[in-house]
């Protein structure tokens, strides 16, 4: 299989692991197609009449891996779905790639209460999961087995799920007084397919031997959609595949502020809010190619497998090699990555603030390829000063999967641009992630 995922993400451009995207300026009230992605009960608490988006996107990779190559545009551009020294990197390695691209869009306020959204985005994740990076002695060559270590019950996952959403996004008021403010809101999502697939090594066993591996036993899958097919096959990396679905985001925020408060120019005490995004599946129907292997194998030279570098050639090998047994499909289907998130935005005094977000992904694609073993969390603290004209931010950011990192991010009027791993990036410290952003839009008073 060749470059699958590099391809759409430069296409499309890249995003962060899904949380509250766009993480350090996805807290701004002055930012309302941020606030739409993340927390749909915010749109109706704009005040301009009109907003016209005109752009915005994210680029990032996040793993649990050390990579060879420390520069991040270059890992960008050598990633692809086949290359196996970047998934069998290291132990438990762990690598999210994570795309978001925001076309022009647009949402306008009715009156007080309600507020409507019209956006399109292209979206693609990319996940791969490796147990163990004895995989990867197989394909450097051996020449010397002394001293290797059998393998025992390892796996290496991998995913690509590419789509288009129309979203039409609805926020209204739930409840006004002069102290009190409840918000709702809802994004209904006409999901488009592109590109995708997965690919899968499960119970992999291997016994080496001074003259060869003694035994190889593993069962291996795979499947990717005809959008994802044409990519491979050197087509359109953004044509989409007819398949088609439904998803959802829904939220509520509620903030609290008293007289005395709002005489200092405080907008609020304190914000709080919970939103469950990504509500919704794609059925990939036109499946390109689908199959599942078990394979077996004893005395294999150690020369069956030097040289191999990418994931197509090693199932090339394993098809021409042996007697497998194969079982073939017609169809499957990736649900969108599930979030629930919960923040509270506290107002330390005028146009200081700190923000704290807590985000569970509780079914990262484990419909279609169980790809982590362990439910996702996610903490942020995003200190910020903000005002009208502009604003700092300074997101702080945990994962029990990917570690910690520290960002950075501005925001002049209704541009912004930032990084919530730029900090850590430069202190070489953290998870290794690496993620950027901006945006752009223009409001219109009445």
Not at 256 to 283: C, N, W
Not at 345 to 366: A, E, M, Q, R
């Amino acid at each position: 299989m060749k470059r699958v995922i590099i391809t759409i993400l430069i296409a499309v451009s890249l995003t962060n692991l899904k949380a509250q995207e766009f993480t350090g300026v996805h807290t701004s009230p002055y930012l309302p197609f941020v606030g739409m992605i993340n927390q749909p009960a915010e749109l109706v608490r704009d005040s301009a009449k009109w907003n016209i988006h005109l752009l915005s996107a994210q680029a990032g990779i996040l793993s649990g891996q050390s990579f060879a190559d420390n520069d991040f545009w270059g890992t960008l551009e050598k990633f692809g779905f086949h290359d196996l020294k970047y998934f069998l990197g290291s132990e438990e390695s762990l690598l999210y790639l994570k795309a978001r691209f925001i076309l022009p869009s647009i949402t306008y306020k009715l009156n007080e209460r309600h507020s409507f959204g019209l956006s399109t985005s292209v979206r693609a994740d990319g996940v791969y999961n490796s147990s163990n990076d004895d995989f990867i002695k197989l394909f450097k060559g051996i020449s010397n087995p002394e001293g290797l270590e059998d393998i025992k019950d390892e796996y290496f996952r991998s995913l690509v799920n590419g789509w288009v959403e129309y979203n039409a996004a609805w926020s209204t008021v739930l409840y006004k007084d002069d102290h009190h403010l409840l918000t709702g809101g809802i994004v209904l999502k006409f999901l488009h397919g592109l590109g995708a697939g997965y690919l899968q090594l499960e119970d992999v066993d291997v016994m080496f031997d001074k003259e060869h591996i003694a035994h190889l036993d593993m069962k291996m899958s795979y499947g990717f959609n005809e959008s994802l097919g044409k990519t491979i096959d050197g087509g359109d990396i953004i044509e989409q595949s007819g398949d088609f679905g439904i998803g959802t985001d829904i939220g509520l925020s509620y903030s609290h502020v008293t007289d005395e408060q709002k005489m200092r120019g405080m907008p609020y005490k304190y914000k709080v809010g919970v939103v469950l995004a990504d509500f919704g599946s794609i059925k990939h129907s036109k499946t390109k190619r689908q199959a599942s292997y078990f394979v077996s194998m004893d005395d294999v030279p150690y020369s069956r497998f030097e040289g191999i570098q990418t994931l197509e050639a090693l199932k090339d090998s394993i098809e021409k090699s042996i007697d497998i047994e194969k079982n073939t499909g017609g169809s499957f289907k990736t649900r969108l990555p599930l979030t629930l998130a919960a923040n509270i935005d506290y107002c330390i005094k005028p146009n200081w603030f700190v923000n704290g977000t807590v985000v569970h992904s509780p079914n990262y694609y484990t419909s279609t390829v169980r790809l982590i073993t362990r439910s996702v969390w996610r903490s942020n603290v995003t200190v910020r000063y903000e005002t009208k004209d502009w604003g700092a931010f300074l997101p702080i950011t945990h994962s029990n999967v990917l570690g910690w990192s520290m960002g950075l991010a501005g925001r002049y009027r209704n541009f912004f641009i930032g990084s919530s791993s730029l900090l850590s990036s430069l202190m070489k410290t953290g998870s290794g992630q690496d993620i950027v952003y901006f945006g752009v839009h223009i409001p219109i008073k009445e």
